[in-house]
């Protein structure tokens, strides 16, 4: 019996030795995400708290004032009836106030908002997450895109880390970030709805991100992130009922399109666009909602494509090789080139296939 117990015991006792020797060795384990990233445990954030740090610093709030003149009633021009009122004034004003948000893009000072937020306003006031303000002086504005670029002089900027809205997914996870009826510096998160949205009528280029984030009056201008903190686009417009709530149909202007419109107005004072002169409506086939190609309805006198030779009646089948299967977008892609390059417009001309190489112009002032 002894001899069995000896047998059994020290292999045993050798068995724990070796175990507690392997699990010295073996380095402590601790949970990581995808990014490498330390994972969130019971003592640390949960959710989305660390991407409302990161960019919630970079996100303004914007007030703006202007005087509104209103012309009393047309019986005040009558003597007889102005004795009755306490002023003789013909024109009386006032201040109306509006709010909105903005995000800081640069450590200079330069502000990314919505060109409604701040269109004809007298002084622009620029209150930060940290509790600073500031006057803002208006860069520039861009009422076909409804962005406005603002300048505030403040040391200490944080501007924000962006992402790149062509990669984003529908479905994935995003926050707004603004300044719902004045409440301050707000958060809410839901998911993108939809890329690429247009058609809608509220700016004359459209390509929006759809969310379902709530997006309420105040939170134009503001910041719409991904679940990193980063900038996917400027919260511009929303689908409301008329009390003016949030219906969960946000859209916002993605931080591309918006950056490229920034440096244009700072740079140059005004967009950059290309243009090519002419008018286009969409063929659809009857089969589908897929554009078969673009008739050309009218062309500028003198203009880009009238002198490559583009004539009414032409049906665009390709740009630059590539098939027209999305009309908005095809005239989307051209605003976004420059004045001077060339591009290879390929027409259906009485059933023959003919193509006209254009060099974009610029679109002439309606001054």
């Given at each position: 019996m002894?001899q069995?117990l000896k047998?059994?015991?020290w292999?045993?006792i050798?068995?724990?030795?070796?175990?507690?020797?392997?699990l010295?060795?073996i380095p402590?384990?601790?949970?990581q995400?995808s990014t490498g990233q330390v994972a969130?445990t019971?003592t640390?954030h949960t959710g989305?708290?660390?991407a409302?740090?990161?960019?919630?610093?970079?996100?303004?709030?914007?007030?703006?004032?202007?005087?509104?003149?209103?012309?009393?009633h047309?019986l005040?021009n009558?003597?007889?009836?102005?004795?009755?009122?306490?002023?003789?004034?013909r024109?009386t004003?006032?201040?109306?106030?509006?709010?909105?948000?903005?995000v800081i893009?640069?450590?200079?000072?330069?502000?990314l908002t919505n060109?409604?937020?701040?269109a004809g306003a007298d002084?622009?006031?620029?209150?930060?997450?940290?509790?600073?303000?500031?006057?803002a002086?208006?860069a520039?504005?861009?009422?076909?895109t409804?962005l406005?670029?603002?300048?505030?002089?403040?040391e200490n900027?944080?501007?924000i880390?962006?992402?790149?809205p062509s990669?984003?997914?529908?479905?994935d996870?995003?926050l707004?970030?603004?300044?719902?009826?004045?409440?301050?510096?707000?958060v809410?998160q839901?998911i993108?709805?939809?890329?690429?949205?247009y058609?809608?009528g509220?700016?004359?280029y459209e390509n929006f991100?759809?969310?379902d984030?709530?997006?309420?009056?105040g939170?134009?201008?503001?910041?719409?992130?991904?679940s990193?903190g980063?900038l996917?686009?400027?919260?511009?417009?929303?689908?409301?009922?008329?009390g003016g709530?949030?219906?969960?149909?946000g859209?916002?202007?993605?931080i591309?399109?918006?950056?490229?419109?920034?440096?244009?107005?700072?740079?140059?004072g005004?967009?950059?666009?290309g243009?090519?002169?002419?008018?286009?409506?969409?063929?659809?086939?009857?089969?589908s909602?897929?554009?078969?190609?673009l008739?050309?309805?009218?062309?500028y006198?003198?203009g880009?494509?009238?002198?490559?030779g583009?004539?009414?009646?032409?049906i665009i089948?390709?740009?630059?090789?590539?098939?027209?299967?999305?009309?908005?977008?095809?005239m989307?892609?051209i605003?976004?080139m420059?004045?001077?390059e060339?591009i290879a417009?390929?027409?259906?001309r009485?059933?023959?296939?003919?193509t006209?190489?254009?060099e974009?112009g610029?679109?002439?002032s309606?001054?």
């Open positions: 002894r069995v047998f059994i015991t292999p045993t050798a068995g724990i030795l070796v175990a507690f020797i392997i010295d060795k402590e384990f601790t949970p995400n969130q019971a640390t989305y708290a660390l409302v740090e990161a960019a919630s610093p970079s996100v303004v709030n914007i007030y703006t004032s202007k005087i509104v003149k209103e012309r009393p047309p005040l009558d003597p007889f009836f102005r004795r009755f009122f306490k002023s003789n004034r024109n004003e006032r201040v109306q106030r509006s709010l909105g948000s903005g893009i640069s450590a200079e000072g330069l502000i060109n409604h937020v701040i002084e622009i006031l620029v209150l930060l997450h940290d509790g600073r303000e500031a006057i002086t208006l520039g504005s861009d009422p076909d409804d406005a670029v603002l300048h505030i002089k403040l900027l944080e501007a880390s962006t992402a790149n990669a984003a997914k529908v479905g996870i995003v707004a970030i603004g300044n719902p009826y004045g409440f301050g510096h707000s809410s839901g993108i709805s939809a890329t690429g949205r058609g809608l509220l700016s004359t991100i759809q969310t984030a709530a997006i309420n009056q939170n134009s201008g503001g910041a719409l992130v991904d990193y980063r996917l686009g400027i919260n511009t417009a929303i689908y409301t009922s008329q709530g949030s219906m969960g149909i859209l916002a202007t993605p591309d399109l918006a950056l490229g419109i920034m440096d244009d107005l700072v740079n140059y005004q967009v950059i666009r243009w090519l002169g002419l008018e286009v409506r969409p063929i659809i086939s009857r089969d909602a897929t554009t078969n190609g008739l050309v309805t009218s062309t006198l003198n880009p494509a009238d002198s490559a583009l004539r009414q009646g032409d089948t390709h740009i630059d090789s590539q098939g027209v299967v999305d009309g908005r977008a095809t989307h892609q605003a976004m420059r004045p001077g060339s417009i390929t027409v259906s009485n059933n023959r296939s003919l006209l190489n254009v974009l610029t679109r002439p309606l001054d």
